[in-house]
């Protein structure tokens, strides 16, 4: 009984504990030096793919099942995982719009944007490097 | 019984209620289109609820098929009319009519799923405005057709419960009521089952008002026919009487006669017919205007009158007379009447005058005799001395009546008595006096202005010429006859008659002695 409740709140208490910040990066060819939460949100929900007139940016995600995934939406939208899950759910059947592609983990995320230049994609800031530029930063306690 | 009353109360109770199903179904269609509207947008409240989300993503997305699927989803439902979606983004999908006319068009804000501040789009619904109205139409219509099936229920059962309970029951009592006749044996059977509410004490209160009635009737009945016997009697009494009896009205006209009377006054039945209003009393009478004064009289003092008079009409030439017994009778009318009774007196009347005449006059010559004479000397005695005249009396003796008697018997001797009689009566004036005082003595007396002797002797002269004519005696002879006479003149020769007649008697045997056929002044001692 008394394990089941400490294991209830370590697992209430993980993502805070165990994930670090996570940071939006594209690639830095991209000319993009900053985005904002409102804009990072329209890219990944598929409604204004574009910052900039004609410039079309790609957004990757992580496995549906992830943590840093849920973590991200949770952040950004302020929803779950799985409310999110059902919005691409529904708008599959209409053909038009579609989700972001997804990659593996945070170093196939960093390879991705490295190499792509109209990618976007979010990784835990322990994985950072050079190569990629951050336009925003989710962090832990926002 | 044309205008049946169950009939007309069930009539006035359907067009009332017809009125207030008209009136409430009114009232009822307004407000339930209030209410179906509101429920109606109620409804398209909660089908924007269902598809808030996908129409939210929609327009967040500006995602078009998405948008078409909800549109198209809303306009499936009937109640709605028009649906459109349009996003910020400059998405516009409309299914249905224009929506240009925005009435009762309903508008549903979309927001930003990710951030609830951003207004991405919105919805506009209108609800169907035909199918509202179709419904509510139809609702008043089965109101008003539940409302009407109710009135004709209840005029029906009105209509027959009327009839059963109130209508049925007084008809067969009218009914019942209208054999009986007044004052006939009968009564009124109260219909079953109403014993005991109104219509049974209805019946009772008209049997009793029967009874009552009969029995009053019945009373009024014999009173009538005692009334009527009671009449007869009167009837024939006033008849059958052997007195006449009639009623004059304050204008002394004959209101009603019997036989009797007509008989006695002689009016002739046919006549009486025609003119029976006119017949004016007193006219039947010889002096109407005493009678009608008469009349006048007791109406006037109310005093009961007896009377005789004389009618108008003679019978075989001869006075007929009435014994009248007037008195007033009031009536229950204002006017006074009187009423007569009458008897024919005619024979009565004239036997009374002969008795009188009988009394006063002496039966052979038919002159006054002494007791009667007497009287009207002194009457004319006291007349003379009021007036200062002077009375000569004459006392007048027949010169040899008792031979006349001796020789040529009674017979002549009246026969004598008589002639001279009217020999001295058409001697004198009117005003005179001529007395039999007995046997062959006669009394002449009249006044005189002055004492003149020449008139006296004037008539003595007169009546001693009269004498000298014979007289034809009944056997073929005739006489004449003297007379002595003494004369006494008051007040000298006597202030009262006693004196004047034992005054001129004394001068009459101065006469006789001086030789008969002669006249002699009483001459004082």
Known sequence: ?142 | MNNKLHLHVARIITLGTILFAIVVSTIFYYYSRSVQQSIMEKSIQQLFITVKSTATIAAYLGNEELAKEVVEGLSKNDIVSATALTSVSGLNVIVGDQLSEPVGTMFFPLYNPFEASERVGEIQIRPNKALLNQYVKSSALEQLFILLTLILVVAVLVLTMMRRVLTRPIQSIAASLHKIKPGEAGQLVCPKGHENNDIGHLVGDINKLLVSTRNTIEQERQLRSRVEGMEKHFRLIFERASAGIFLLDSSFHLKSSNLAFKKIAGIVESERRESRKNIYLPELFFDPHTVKNLLHEILKTNRQTACDLRLDTMVNGEERWLHCLFSTVHSDQEETMIEGLVIDVTERTFQMERILFESEHDPLTQLFNRRAGEQLLNIMLTNARKNGDQLVLMLIDLDGFKEVNDNFGHDAGDIVLVEIANRMQTTIRKEDILIRLGGDEFVIAFTLRNEDRDEIDLFVEKLQNRFKTQINLNNGQSITIGSSIGIAVSPHDGENIETLMTNADSAMYQSKRKGKNCASYYLAA
């Open chain 1, 1 to 142: 009984m008394r394990y089941q409740i400490v294991i209830t709140v370590l697992i209430i208490l993980l993502p805070v504990y165990v994930l670090a910040d996570i940071v939006v990066v594209v690639n830095p060819n991209s000319g993009i030096a900053e985005l904002t939460r409102h804009q990072i949100i329209d890219i990944y929900m598929g409604r204004n793919p574009g910052i900039k007139k004609g410039q079309v940016l790609q957004p990757f995600d992580h496995p549906l099942n992830s943590v840093v995934r849920a973590e991200f939406y949770y952040k950004t939208t302020g929803k779950p995982a799985s409310v999110i899950n059902a919005y691409w759910a529904r708008l599959l059947f209409t053909g038009r719009a579609s989700p972001p592609r997804l990659v593996e983990d945070n170093k196939a995320m960093l390879k991705t944007v490295r190499e792509n230049p109209a990618a976007i994609g979010y990784l835990e800031q322990k994985y950072l490097n050079e190569h990629v530029t951050v336009v925003y930063t989710l962090e832990n306690n926002e």
